[in-house]
């Protein structure tokens, strides 16, 4: 069976957009089977859907339905995730500072030549497929340009960013 995560963005983050993740998964398995979470920033693991942007857009209505809270919901499978960790842009960065962005589609042309100029000191970007890696160095997330209305700006399609080390861990979850 293929597991695929559902990745939300921006759930319970500085205490904004609280969505419980047991109450989550009461929520969710009678439209996706047997799910489970992983740390309260919303990494649902499940099998992988028939129809993602279906699946997708259900689960952002059962979300706001349930928790008033409007989310994008990206969905990547197991072999997505594992395509992503292979084609890791910047392998000697910090796995706190290096995120994967994951993108709900395909970025805009000429993104990443909109995003550069907004670059910190140490700071580094690549877009590969639906992904953009940020490298955010030393300074890390406190001290970068790169908010989230400047990427969704840039990029024009909703993304949501996981660090390094829990992209592994989410890639052996899904395994």
């Given at each position: 069976?293929?597991?695929?995560?559902?990745?939300?963005?921006?759930?319970?983050?500085?205490?904004?957009?609280?969505?419980?993740?047991?109450?989550?998964?009461?929520?969710?398995?009678?439209?996706?089977?047997?799910?489970?979470?992983?740390?309260?920033?919303?990494?649902?693991?499940?099998?992988?859907?028939?129809?993602?942007?279906?699946?997708?857009?259900?689960?952002?209505?059962?979300?706001?339905?349930?928790?008033?809270?409007?989310?994008?919901?990206?969905?990547r499978?197991?072999?997505?995730?594992?395509?992503?960790?292979?084609?890791?842009?910047?392998?000697?960065?910090?796995?706190?500072?290096?995120?994967a962005m994951?993108?709900?589609?395909?970025?805009?042309?000429?993104?990443?030549?909109?995003?550069?100029?907004?670059?910190?000191?140490?700071?580094?970007?690549?877009?590969?497929?639906?992904?953009?890696?940020?490298?955010?160095?030393?300074g890390?997330v406190?001290?970068?340009?790169?908010?989230?209305?400047?990427?969704?700006?840039?990029?024009?399609?909703?993304?949501?960013?996981?660090n390094?080390?829990?992209?592994?861990?989410?890639?052996e979850?899904?395994a």
């Open positions: 069976m293929t597991r695929s995560v559902l990745l939300l963005r921006a759930v319970n983050v500085g205490g904004r957009s609280r969505v419980p993740m047991a109450r989550l998964r009461e929520v969710l398995e009678p439209e996706l089977g047997k799910v489970s979470t992983y740390i309260a920033s919303g990494n649902i693991v499940c099998a992988h859907p028939s129809d993602p942007r279906a699946a997708s857009e259900r689960v952002r209505s059962l979300i706001a339905a349930e928790f008033d809270v409007d989310t994008p919901v990206i969905v499978t197991h072999e997505d995730l594992r395509a992503a960790l292979d084609a890791l842009p910047f392998p000697d960065a910090s796995e706190k500072m290096l995120h994951f993108l709900g589609g395909p970025a805009a042309a000429g993104a990443v030549d909109a995003l550069l100029p907004r670059l910190v000191s140490g700071e580094r970007i690549a877009l590969i497929g639906d992904e953009l890696w940020i490298d955010y160095g030393e890390g406190r001290s970068t340009k790169l908010t989230t209305a400047v990427l969704d700006r840039a990029l024009g399609v909703a993304g949501t960013a996981r390094l080390r829990t992209l592994r861990t989410l890639t979850l899904t």
